[in-house]
Antibody, heavy 116, light 106 residues
Framework: EVRLVESGGGLLQPGRSLKLSCAAS????????MAWVRQAPTKGLEWVAY????????YYGDSVRGRFTISRDNAKSTLYLQMNSLRSEDMATYYC?????????WGQGTSVTVSS | DIQMTQSPSFLSATVGDRVTINCKAS??????LNWYQQKLGEVPKRLIY???SLQTGIPSRFSGSGSGTDYTLTISSLQPEDVATYFC????????FGAGTKLELK
């Protein structure tokens, strides 16, 4: 069974940094591109970033480019999202997703609250 | 960037109704279009990928169609468990989600 478990969310002030993790199991992690997708409260879904099989290529949405960094550790089957210079508009539930014809499996999400 | 316009935003229908939800892309997305269902408090679930391929385990009352810039999700006979918000997603160039359609029972 495919399982994606996010962690690392929390409450923090604007301008601070946070690193999210996503532990994958039930499939060969290194065989898949992976992504982060977020959903602000009562809002729709927004793609944040995605990464190639070996981490050699990364892609970012316009709203986070230059502030967020996606990475992966295939030996640990873990995906990461380093978020810097956080803003109130970054407040959302962050989902880790496996990519096969776009997002085909999702984690339960981890909540990030940005507030002073 | 490719923009996705989803309609309607809200839909009220009766059990047994045929329901259609539409997404229009700002440019040709060559059938790189998926549909997702998100029930309240749950994670999004993929229903359809690449316009008309049914995800394993999804009931056959769900189907997708379209080409070019215009795509449709159809529920052939609405069931109570289909109450949810539905999103389209283009994956031809990056990823863009539609704004969602909230489906409720009349």
């Amino acid at each position: 069974e495919v399982r994606l478990v996010e962690s690392g969310g929390g409450l923090l002030q604007p301008g601070r940094s946070l690193k999210l993790s996503c532990a994958a199991s039930g499939f060969t992690f290194s065989d898949y591109y992976m992504a982060w997708v977020r959903q602000a409260p009562t809002k729709g879904l927004e793609w944040v970033a995605y990464i190639s099989y070996d981490g050699g290529s990364t892609y970012y949405g316009d709203s986070v480019r230059g502030r967020f960094t996606i990475s992966r550790d295939n030996a640990k089957s873990t995906l990461y999202l380093q978020m810097n210079s956080l803003r109130s508009e970054d407040m959302a539930t962050y989902y880790c997703a496996r990519l096969r014809y776009a997002m085909d499996a999702w984690g339960q999400g981890t909540s990030v609250t940005v507030s002073s | 960037d490719i923009q996705m316009t989803q309609s309607p935003s809200f839909l009220s229908a009766t059990v047994g109704d045929r329901v259609t939800i539409n997404c229009k892309a700002s440019q040709n997305i060559n059938k790189y279009l998926n549909w997702y269902q998100q029930k309240l408090g749950e994670v999004p679930k993929r229903l359809i990928y690449n316009t008309n391929s049914l995800q394993t385990g999804i009931p056959s009352r769900f189907s997708g169609s379209g080409s070019g810039t215009d795509y449709t999700l159809t529920i052939s006979s609405l069931q109570p468990e289909d109450v949810a918000t539905y999103f389209c997603l283009q994956h031809k160039s990056g990823y863009t989600f539609g704004a969602g359609t909230k489906l409720e029972l009349k």
